[in-house]
């Protein structure tokens, strides 16, 4: 028997959701959590056992068996989890933002999960399973998800979970099943797409189902209370921007029926201003398109960023205003 990796000491699962255990093996799971129990039978190696629903609390402890092995995750809380996933401004980390070290700040009620990048060049990874948000190596977290993971633990008063999934320079393309937007009737020429796509330092993860296969199924079906989702700058020219918001529309519902939640919040957030850009009405397309997804597609909410955000480099250092912003899109979203 074996668990998922994201199944560990430390973590967080969502509360008023189903809770979805699940790993490989090829006997009969049972799995317990707060009083509640459920088995799992094996399909072609792998299982999935399903909780009910349950409100704030923990720690608890996690056990599942086979009657052969047992596991058991310990210091288990019940609060909010959210994934944050995206390209370079996701990833964009404390250290390199405009906050000073002095400030940065440990939260035992924030945990992080890292998923594995296509690329090996991140100081954490998913063999670390959840860890706590320590001041000591806060500089090396996303900065978004410390400020909002900072922001709803002080808000909120439970226990947040942060799943990073991100790589920088990526096109939504490699976010979405292969052959998915040609099925919709998108089928962009190569030449006519953002560079992002064919530069030749970004090739290995930027190709349609890339970036779906290797980070986004490594947690499918975990439960989450929402998604933030900052992508565009790769797709920003005036081909894809054309199309970008029916892409977006087609990542969030394969998004949502792959972790089995309808009604899985998104928030969006507006790609920035960025002056020096050579294609301006591109990046002005892809700004628009994201509005309009947040117009129009239930339970998703798009947030500005370009009044808070500096429009000289294409990663802002000014994040926690764009933290507290997306924090109170999340409220409006959940509560």
């Avoid at 909010?80 to 964009?92: I, V």
């Avoid at 990048?117 to 990874?125: A, G, H, L, Q, S």
């Amino acid at each position: 028997m074996k668990l998922h990796p994201i199944f560990t000491d430390r973590m967080v699962l969502p509360a008023n959701k189903p809770l979805r255990v699940f790993g490989e093996g090829d006997k009969a799971v049972t799995v317990s959590l707060n009083g509640q129990t459920a088995v799992a039978i094996p399909c072609e190696g792998k299982w999935m056992a399903e909780l009910s629903p349950m409100t704030y609390g923990g720690p608890y402890a996690l056990t599942v068996t086979d009657g052969d092995s047992t596991v058991t995750c310990a210091d288990v809380h019940i609060g909010e989890a959210y994934l944050f996933a995206g390209q370079s401004n996701m990833q964009f980390r404390l250290a390199d933002s405009s906050t000073p070290p002095e400030e940065w700040r440990g939260e035992d009620r924030l945990r992080f999960f890292t998923c594995d990048r296509v690329t090996n060049d991140e100081p954490f990874c998913a063999a670390d399973g959840w860890t706590t948000c320590a001041r000591e190596t806060a500089g090396q977290r996303s900065a978004l998800a410390y400020y909002i993971g900072q922001g709803l633990a002080q808000k909120k008063g439970v226990a947040i979970g942060a799943v990073v999934s991100y790589h920088g320079a990526s096109i939504i393309e490699s976010w979405l099943p292969d052959g998915l937007l040609k099925g919709l009737g998108i089928d962009i020429p190569l030449e006519q797409k953002h560079i992002d796509h064919w530069y030749e330092a970004y090739v290995d993860w930027n190709k349609d189902g890339v970036l779906y296969e290797n980070l986004m199924r490594q947690t499918a079906p975990f439960a989450f209370s929402g998604v933030v989702w900052y992508q565009g700058e790769s797709d920003a020219c005036v081909a894809e921007g054309a199309v970008y918001a029916q892409e977006l529309t087609a990542l969030i519902d394969q998004w949502r029926a792959d972790y089995k939640d309808e009604q899985l919040p998104f928030v969006v957030v507006q790609i920035a201003d960025f002056l020096p850009t050579g294609e301006p009405e591109g990046w002005k397309l892809v700004q628009a398109a994201q509005m309009k997804v947040g117009e129009t597609v239930p339970f998703v909410k798009t947030v500005v960023s370009r009044d808070i955000s500096e429009n000289d480099d294409i990663h802002p250092r000014t994040k926690d205003k764009l933290a507290a912003r997306i924090v109170d899109a999340i409220y409006e979203l959940t509560e």
